[in-house]
């Protein structure tokens, strides 16, 4: 089987794997215990702060550990909100449509229960946003803008530090989802106030994540009880977890520019190896500011889940685009907002690719044009 889900979730890494291990039996204290073992525990979570703080060119003190993307998206959309509404009554909400759902649901329930308003600034058919839109809607009730970094269906990059730029200009906050990004784009210096990043798309465990939220920031939490993380987060943290994050994201910012390069040329020939044989594929996303380990398509005339089903029998693992949406005849949201039909959008395909890859996707790309042309006869 090959593998090509990558920005669904991955396998974790072996040297995370030997990190967590003593964390997961001899080492199990609770951060939070005043004894010999609680200590332990809570220096192997103060290591993985400063791991995760100094990926994400962030303060230990900033580092909120989460369950995972989704967590971190909720707790920078809520937290920023309820906060900004709380402190000085701003309850605006700036996003884009094409954002994960875990960005984009939690301000629609801000807007349907809490009273916020919610502008979503269109993208361009690249799936880009233009600073100088967001500019344009930022108001003095404007509590966040919220934005991916890298879209992941799409693989999409955002100008993110113009984004900033025209926040900062604004005095609003700005929250970037990472999720995506880690590990394939610098994001020490994007000028965000708050970064949400997840374990599992890294080599790191599914059900981890991390916030990093400027101090200056005003939070509320959105899980309350014992205070733990600085009261942003209460809950026993998952300190193997936290480990697993530090040394994934680390490893993975080691690696960046290397990996960067050479799956990057290894997707550009398989893009256009796909495009030459497929006549009626189209690449979908930005041709060149998109991540390097994303090739996302649509075939239009051909049913995208059949496509997936022939890949599979050939042992290709692709999506259709959002492991959200698998088995779902929705066509994707970001898509849409990119401007395709919704017939078209159903026909998404999308191949997310490993750090590690070193090998042509020619053998991929001959079974995908072979697939679209038996679908479309
Ligand atoms: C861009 C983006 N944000 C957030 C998430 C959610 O992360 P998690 O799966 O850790 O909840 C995902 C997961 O697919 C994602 O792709």
Known sequence: MLYLDHAATTPVRREVLEAITPH??????????????????????????????AALGARPGDVVFTSGGTEANNLAVQGIGFAAALGRGARHIVTTPIEHSSLLEPARFLARVHGFEVTEVPVDRYGRVDPAGIARVLRPDTALVAVGAANNEIGTVQPVAEIAAACRESGVPLHVDAVQAAGWLPLGDLGADSIAVSGHKLGGLQGTGALAVRRRIPLE??????????????GTENVAGAVALGVALELAERERAEAAARVARIRDAFVDEVLNRAPNAWL???????????????????????????????????????????????PSHVLLAAGFDADTARTAIRFSLPRGLDSSLSPVARALADAADTLAA
């Open 221 to 234: 939490p959105i899980l309350h009880g014992g205070g733990q993380e600085r009261g942003a987060r209460s």
């Open 284 to 330: 979908t996303g930005h041709p060149d500011d998109r991540l390097p380990s994303i090739a996302s398509f649509v075939l239009p005339g051909v049913n995208g889940e059949s496509v997936l089903i022939e890949l599979a029998r050939s042992g290709v693992l692709a999506s259709s685009g959002s492991a959200c949406r698998a088995g779902s005849t929705e």
């Open 24 to 53: 997961l039996t001899t080492e199990f204290g609770n951060p939070s215990s005043a004894h010999s073992a609680g200590e332990r525990a809570r220096e192997a979570l103060d290591g993985a702060r400063h791991r995760v703080a």
